[in-house]
């Protein structure tokens, strides 16, 4: 080993102990500091698990077991009593406010906005569906598409439009994909964009070709290329 290494070595071991010293000073100084900082830390996520296992779990099961009359009100069409409840059994509105950090809360809001929205109350059904929180790629379609149709009926058919592209590029399916691509170009027809709606049908054609939307696309085509021309 040649001289310079072996001097190297020393002044290496001298700033690890260098550092190591640094470190137990820091330690020593702020030794109550840090020994409240690590308390903080324990009773925080301490007090997140009992909050998690004691109240919040015991409130979404008791959300749930609430909400299950106004689902079925809801699977029966009747929308008004899934909404405000039959009196003997809560609305989705009550679950909203009696359990308002609770899944089944975040849940009735998509349900509220579903129902305003078949009840005619179309500002009301936009108000719930912008509150609901989505992470479900199943959902989120439904919920940008029924956004879509709200500002369509209030007469908002630029906000339509965007709600309506979101919705079919949300979930790449041969469900929602080509029925929003046919809102899209029907928004786009109403906004005379004759050239956008066109190639959306279009599109339709060539990836959704066993749709519904793609057997009335010629037609919805050859009649807006009129348009177009006029």
Sequence with gaps: MSKQKKDAQPDQFESIESALSRSEQFIENNQKILTTVVLAI???????????????????????????????????????????GDGN??????????????????????????????????EEAAGHLNEFKVDDKIIEPEKYG????????MGDIEKALDYYIKAYKADDNEYTSPYFMNQAAYAYEELGEYKEAIDLYEKIKLEYPNS???QEADKNIARLRVLANK
Excluded: C, W
């Design 42 to 84: 324990v009773i925080l996520v301490g007090g997140y698990l009992l909050f998690k296992s004691y109240y919040m779990k015991p409130m979404e099961r008791e959300a749930k077991n609430q909400m299950f009359r106004a689902e079925q009100y809801f699977m029966q069409d009747s929308f008004n009593l899934a909404v405000n």
């Design 89 to 122: 059994y809560l609305g989705f509105l009550d679950i909203i406010e009696e359990y308002k950090i609770t899944k089944s809360a975040n849940l009735a809001h998509y349900y509220t906005g579903i129902s305003y929205l078949h009840m005619g109350q179309y």
């Design 146 to 153: 029924s956004l879509g149709n709200a500002y369509m009926e």
């Design 212 to 214: 519904n939307q793609s």
